[in-house]
RNA sequence: GCUCCCAUCGUCUAGAGGCCCAGGACACAGCCCUCUCAAGGCUGGUACGAGGGUUCGAAUCCCUCUGGGAGCGCCA
């Protein structure tokens, strides 16, 4: 019984989920959904120093977070684990021990210095930048012999020359590599540990993945692992490799292009589905231009859709995307925002009036603290509206509040007592209760704001208005 | 240096020889709606990197150039 897909997302915790990274998780996760089939989630954390259980811990909350919930993982293991590889040490010493036993590997004691000296030699030759094969043909006693002077081995994986390696890459279509230009990789490292290419590669067979998509940094490394499951007698899944995703100018994705991380984004109030709708359009294309819910955007998913240049992230369209997941959003989430801006139990109702207006969290707390807080002394152009309009206009508005008059009424009153109509009398009484040019619609925000509150900024303008008046 | 990949509006992209003097989305501008702004609706401007072929006909096929990206590690 074979499960006909399993894709992988295998991050190493060395750093912050970026959202290349997530992008490379989303495409296998939707892969795998859109196929019913399973997503696993493998922890590389074979560079010891460079990983850490907290990394490790961020980068499994944020995917959480995203709602890209694995079938397998370190949390969830099966008989086709361990899903960290920190814990798959044995099984990559075994890998190992058959392959120097067959003399698929060998033992490479060249330097650091030596092989940088080399590489150097042929770069400045012309000739692209590959291991010479020094150790390759070392007689046992040689072996044996470097082995107690104490010097430190790598292992090398052996590849035979003059073989064509050819597959079908998930998106690119036919690859053709020959093993000459490969040269012998290290496949261990001095110190023991498994270096990506080899671990990566028995893992994913191992584990029983079909079909990988990964960035195409990845592409060389492909013929290689190829050949490594090959030698472990496994069956290598099936590569796609997708278009890099850059930032401004085309240059790789980084912190410049404002938050390209998951923490960053959450941390502002992004919400998954915003960042997923993005994400599922950068270097692929859905047949529907509007927004996806989880459902939509797996079923739209398509590896005939995956593009093949490089997708530039832009802030802009990721705002656009929050604006309509912002729309979308339950009440309570915007209440969530709300809290804490707004006085207790006030969150519904305020919600209810300024929704349209919310994008981020950070708009909640601006328009919480413009409906209820204390605005300071109007200034620049908003005083100059509010002074325009008259004290007459302030009185009536004033009047009309105090009888607690509904807003039509309020609006009537105005009307009557200074002739003023449309921006005429929006503009002043919108600059007197808010300070702002923009916003939710005044009867909403009057509906919530507590009579109190227009009560006093009323009062402030229609002082301002004296004011400028009598100091003219 | 060598190998591989890519090239349509500012950005994401549609386009697999005539349907394209290039379509959509975001952004931008204007208009409508509304008692203001936002939201919503509508309209508009902006692109086939260059040069050569092939063809009756090319954004689409071929070549060269240019530009961008990736790789060539005891990093993943």
């Given at each position: 019984?074979?499960i006909?897909?399993?894709?992988?997302?295998?991050?190493?915790p060395?750093?912050?989920?970026?959202l290349?990274?997530?992008?490379?998780?989303?495409?296998?996760?939707?892969?795998?959904?859109?196929?019913?089939?399973?997503?696993?989630?493998?922890?590389?954390?074979?560079?010891?120093?460079?990983?850490s259980?907290?990394?490790?811990?961020?980068?499994?909350?944020?995917?959480?977070?995203?709602?890209l919930?694995?079938?397998?993982?370190?949390?969830?293991?099966?008989?086709?684990?361990?899903?960290?590889q920190?814990?798959?040490?044995a099984?990559?010493?075994?890998?190992?021990?058959?392959?120097?036993?067959?003399?698929?590997?060998?033992?490479?004691?060249?330097?650091?210095?030596?092989?940088?000296?080399?590489?150097?030699?042929?770069?400045?030759?012309g000739?692209?930048?590959?291991y010479?094969?020094?150790?390759?043909n070392?007689?046992?006693?040689?072996?044996?012999?470097?082995?107690?002077?104490?010097r430190?081995?790598?292992?090398?994986?052996r590849?035979?020359?003059?073989?064509?390696?050819?597959?079908?890459?998930?998106?690119?279509?036919?690859?053709?590599?020959?093993?000459?230009?490969?040269?012998?990789?290290v496949?261990?490292?001095a110190?023991?540990?498994?270096?990506?290419l080899f671990s990566?590669?028995?893992?994913?067979a191992?584990?029983?993945?079909?079909?990988?998509?990964?960035?195409e940094?990845?592409?060389?490394?492909?013929?290689?692992?190829?050949?490594?499951?090959?030698?472990?007698?496994?069956?290598?899944?099936?590569?796609?490799?997708?278009?890099?995703?850059v930032?401004?100018?085309?240059?790789?994705?980084?912190?410049?292009?404002?938050?390209?991380s998951?923490?960053?984004?959450?941390?502002?109030?992004?919400?998954?589905?915003?960042?997923?709708n993005?994400?599922?359009?950068?270097?692929?294309?859905?047949?529907?231009?509007?927004?996806?819910t989880?459902?939509?955007?797996?079923?739209?998913?398509?590896?005939?859709?995956?593009?093949?240049?490089?997708?530039?992230?832009?802030?802009?369209?990721?705002?656009?995307?929050?604006?309509e997941?912002?729309?979308?959003?339950?009440?309570a989430?915007?209440e969530?925002?709300?809290?804490?801006?707004v006085?207790p139990?006030?969150?519904?109702?305020?919600?209810?009036?300024?929704?349209?207006?919310?994008?981020?969290p950070?708009?909640?707390a601006?328009?919480?603290?413009?409906?209820?807080?204390?605005?300071p002394c109007?200034?620049?152009e908003?005083?100059?509206?509010?002074?325009?309009?008259?004290?007459?206009?302030?009185?009536?508005?004033?009047?009309?509040?105090?009888?607690?008059a509904?807003?039509?009424?309020?609006?009537?009153r105005?009307?009557?007592?200074?002739?003023?109509?449309?921006?005429?009398?929006?503009?002043?009484?919108?600059?007197?209760?808010?300070?702002?040019?923009?916003?939710?619609?005044?009867?909403?925000?009057?509906?919530?704001?507590?009579?109190?509150?227009?009560?006093a900024?009323?009062?402030?303008?229609?002082?301002?208005t004296?004011?400028?008046a009598t100091?003219?």
């Open positions: 019984m074979s006909p897909v399993t894709t992988r997302f295998a991050p190493s060395t750093g912050a989920l970026h290349g990274n997530v992008r490379t998780a989303l495409f296998n996760w939707l892969y795998a959904r859109r196929a019913g089939g399973r997503f696993v989630l493998r922890i590389e954390d074979t560079d010891r120093e460079r990983s259980a907290a990394l490790e811990a961020a980068l499994v909350a944020e995917l959480r977070w995203l709602g919930e694995w079938d397998a993982g370190p949390d969830r293991e099966d008989a086709r684990g361990p899903y960290r920190s814990a798959r040490a099984i990559y010493a075994g890998a190992f021990a058959r392959l120097e036993a067959e003399d698929r590997a060998y033992p490479c004691f060249c330097t650091a210095l030596e092989l940088d000296v080399e590489r150097r030699r042929r770069l400045a030759a000739l692209p930048p590959r010479a094969g020094t150790c390759a070392l007689g046992a006693a040689e072996r044996a012999q470097r082995v107690a002077e104490g430190p081995a790598t292992l090398r994986f590849v035979t020359t003059g073989e064509a390696i050819e597959y079908e890459d998930l998106v690119r279509g036919p690859q053709r590599f020959v093993s000459d230009d490969l040269g012998d990789f496949i261990r490292r110190d023991g540990s498994a270096a990506f990566n590669a028995l893992d994913d191992a584990m029983g993945v079909s079909d990988v998509l990964r960035g940094d990845h592409v060389a490394n492909t013929p290689r692992q190829r050949l490594i499951a090959r030698a472990l007698g496994l069956d290598p899944p099936r590569y796609g490799h997708l278009p890099l995703l930032g401004e100018g085309g240059a790789p994705l980084s912190k410049r292009d404002g938050s390209a998951v923490a960053e984004l959450r941390e502002q109030g992004y919400l998954p589905e915003a960042i997923l993005l994400l599922g359009r950068l270097g692929h294309r859905y047949a529907s231009e509007g927004w996806l989880r459902e939509g955007l797996i079923a739209g998913f398509d590896l005939a859709a995956l593009g093949r240049a490089p997708a530039h992230f832009d802030r802009a369209q990721l705002r656009h995307w929050q604006r997941a912002a729309h979308r959003a339950d009440a989430k915007l969530d925002w709300a809290r804490g801006h006085p139990g006030r969150e519904a109702a305020f919600v209810a009036a300024v929704r349209a207006n919310l994008e981020l950070a708009d909640a601006t328009w919480g603290h413009l409906v209820f807080g204390e605005l109007a200034g620049g908003n005083a100059r509206l509010i002074a325009g309009a008259g004290t007459a206009f302030w009185d009536a508005a004033l009047e009309a509040l105090a009888e607690d509904d807003y039509a009424t309020l609006i009537a105005l009307k009557a007592a200074t002739g003023r109509g449309g921006a005429a009398l929006f503009k002043p009484l919108r600059a007197a209760l808010t300070q702002r040019a923009d916003g939710p619609e005044l009867a909403a925000l009057l509906k919530v704001m507590p009579p109190a509150v227009a009560m900024r009323l009062n402030a303008a229609r002082a301002l004296e004011n400028s100091r003219p």
